[in-house]
């Protein structure tokens, strides 16, 4: 009797550690590294006087120390225009098939949220700013600098160059959760301003203020790797 009592006492703590250790894994686990692809809608704030939406494209790769907490190394390539060199009166005009390369952190909201109790932290969540450097390297193809309406009016400046840049981004991401509730990939939406520390991303230098562009993009980013690890709180709710 003794003996069945002992053993059934061992095999109920067994089974309620099992239990506990399992319960304590769901939605709990991660993937430290994703690599991820996006395309991105660009415009030019610079001495053009008019602006141009160009296309560009995105790869990345993500080292996520929690899953709330990321840091993004990123190469862009693709173009920037703007202006017009018959309708405007400066007569700018510039095409720029541009490269960038940007590390940022980024900071998702579930990180001080306590989002178990509540909808709407749980929606916001994954909600997310973000901000680092960058290089961009300017390559010019296209440039008009001559005014046709205004024959005496030039605008100098150089077809190459490599830039520095702050990257200013928020955004969202929608995780998809495998069978483990662990984030298998992400879509993720993003406006993003990059500041310029410079005049000269359209090959055009004119007044006093820094050129800036602009980009919203869409992309996904995929858990790769066998880094699993966990997190102190369930990421899915």
Known sequence: MIKLIYKTTILTLIACCTAFMAKAQIGFDYSQYEAGVAVGFNQVYGDA???????????????????FTNFVLETQLGKLT??????????????????????????????????????????????YVSAGV?????????????????????????????????????GYEFKVYNKYDQPAFKVDLGYEYNLVLSDNLDGLVAGSHYDAYTQFTIGVKFAIGGAIVSYKKQIPY
């Open 49 to 67: 006087q008019t602006q141009t939406t160009t296309q560009s494209i995105h790869f990345n790769f993500t080292y996520n120390a929690t899953p």
């Open 134 to 170: 960058g290089l961009v390297i300017d390559r010019i193809t296209q440039v008009n600098r001559y005014s046709i309406q205004l024959p005496m009016v030039y605008t100098p400046g150089l077809d190459r160059t490599n830039e520095p840049f702050i990257p200013l981004r928020i």
């Open 82 to 127: 703007g202006g017009d060199s018959l309708k405007t009166t400066s007569g700018r005009y510039f095409n720029n098939d541009f490269t960038s390369f940007i590390f940022r952190g980024q900071l998702q909201f579930g990180e001080f949220l306590d989002y178990s109790r509540s909808p709407f932290k749980n929606a916001i969540k994954n909600l």
